[in-house]
T-cell receptor
Framework: RKEVEQDPGPFNVPEGATVAFNCTYS??????FFWYRQDCRKEPKLLMS???SGNEDGRFTAQLNRASQYISLLIRDSKLSDSATYLC????????????FGKGTRLHILP | GAGVSQTPSNKVTEKGKYVELRCDPI?????LYWYRQSLGQGPEFLIY????????DSGLPNDRFFAVRPEGSVSTLKIQRTERGDSAVYLC???????????????FGNGTRLTVT
């Protein structure tokens, strides 16, 4: 099993719809999780951290399910500007461990 | 303040040549990462520095790849005898350190696009 797995998509979603995607991770002892956004030919940028209790930032909600070892990202009322690749990121078990990125899920918001 | 700076932004080289890619992290950031990204793929971990030392170099694909960070700031990724398969975008990222990971996310540079012909 790969360390971090994501459905590559693409997800083609009409503007205004709600879309959600998951990311699974293999190391049950992983401590912290993030979602990054990457626009075409640009560098990744932090979208949000994923806390154990779940967290919400405007139209974006991130959740962690430790029992099933996955994190999720939900986007409500999607905008054209949400079109991007969403990267799942898992921090290591120990403080000095490397940070692992998933391959990303491509999202296309359709007008 | 200034972000992570990577130079050059583009590098075209011939197969077999040696290249150096430079990363200047955010001032004061102790952690520095190198990733490699191919088209349609996520960033692939190469090496991670904490200060001057490589905390984890398990992602370097073979001994043609080497990275240094002699003074705990600027880092150089060196690739010997380049091959066409090395063509990718090489991303550098820095963070304030391993402390609380939620408060020390990665900040990426714009990357160096390496093309080996």
């Amino acid at each position: 099993r790969k360390e971090v797995e994501q459905d590559p998509g693409p997800f083609n979603v009409p503007e205004g719809a709600t879309v959600a995607f998951n990311c699974t991770y293999s190391n049950s002892a992983s401590q912290s999780f993030f979602w990054y956004r990457q626009d075409c030919r640009k560098e990744p940028k932090l979208l949000m951290s994923v806390y154990s209790s779940g967290n919400e930032d405007g139209r974006f909600t991130a959740q962690l399910n430790r029992a099933s070892q996955y994190i999720s990202l939900l986007i409500r009322d999607s905008k054209l500007s949400d079109s991007a690749t969403y990267l799942c990121v898992v921090n290591g078990v120990n403080r000095d461990d490397k940070i692992i990125f998933g391959k990303g899920t491509r999202l296309h918001i359709l007008p | 303040g200034a972000g992570v700076s990577q130079t050059p932004s583009n590098k075209v080289t011939e197969k077999g040549k040696y290249v150096e890619l430079r990363c200047d992290p955010i001032s004061g950031h102790t952690a520095l990462y190198w990733y490699r990204q191919s088209l349609g793929q996520g960033p692939e971990f190469l090496i991670y520095f904490q200060g001057t030392g490589a905390a984890d170099d398990s992602g370097l694909p073979n001994d043609r790849f080497f990275a240094v960070r002699p003074e705990g700031s600027v880092s150089t990724l060196k690739i010997q005898r380049t091959e066409r398969g090395d063509s990718a975008v090489y991303l550098c990222a820095s963070s304030s350190g391993p402390g609380d990971p939620f408060n020390s996310p990665l900040h990426f540079g714009n990357g160096t696009r390496l093309t080996v012909t």
